[in-house]
């Protein structure tokens, strides 16, 4: 479920702008990966690698 705040966010608002003050900020979402379109295209294998050790990270799962 989306939020406002993680719409807003998602669509490159700067947290800190919010209504919302940024501690509640922060509780609500902890952690924020970018995806650079420039990145993706350039070296894809490794910016999935970094977009699966995010996911990883927010899901509180690890491989090995």
Known sequence: ?????KLAIARGADPR???WPFRLLRQAI???HR??????FLDG?????LLAE?????LG???G
């Open 45 to 49: 294998r490794r910016e999935r690698e």
């Open 35 to 40: 995806v650079s379109s420039r990145a993706w």
């Open 17 to 19: 702008q919010s209504r």
């Open 61 to 63: 799962t690890r491989e």
């Open 54 to 58: 995010a996911l990883q990270k927010a």
């Open 1 to 5: 479920m989306h939020t406002p705040v």
């Open 30 to 32: 902890p952690h924020v």
